[in-house]
């Protein structure tokens, strides 16, 4: 996979991430609350669920590529999503069902991290692209692309 950081810089925080950390620094997270980098405000899982099923919009990777500042090619590698499909998907305004169950797991792999470091996005973005030995020199971002890899 050919996930980069390329040193890119978070921007500054999107209303979503401002949101997400406020939830953190209080302890009102919610199960689901990764979908909030999604736009999404509806965390319950039947409602989650159901959305992944009819295909999320093309507006919600937009929303999780600019609040976790990934690239265009990051995102596509990160979905395995070809970058012609990803245009496809633009102009027609909607993920297939596989298509957005993998960017629910990489918005839940962002929040995880995000969790982890304590609501400092671009020290999560750092860990996330950073190789770690712990998983054979893969950056744990490239793990990502399965779910074997998301849980590890």
Known sequence: MALKDRG????????????????????TLTPHY???????????????????QEGLSYAALERFQNNVSLSNADVS????IPARTLSRRKDGGRLMPDESDRLVRAARVF??????FEGDLEGARAWLFAANRAFGGAAPVELAATDVGTRE
């Open 8 to 27: 890119r810089r978070c921007r500054p925080a999107s209303k979503d991430v401002t949101t997400l950390r406020d939830h953190l620094q209080h302890g």
């Open 34 to 52: 990764y979908v909030g980098l999604l736009g999404l405000r509806s965390f319950d899982t039947v409602t989650l669920v159901d959305r992944i």
């Open 77 to 80: 590698a990160l979905l395995q």
């Open 111 to 116: 929040g995880k991290a995000f969790e982890l």
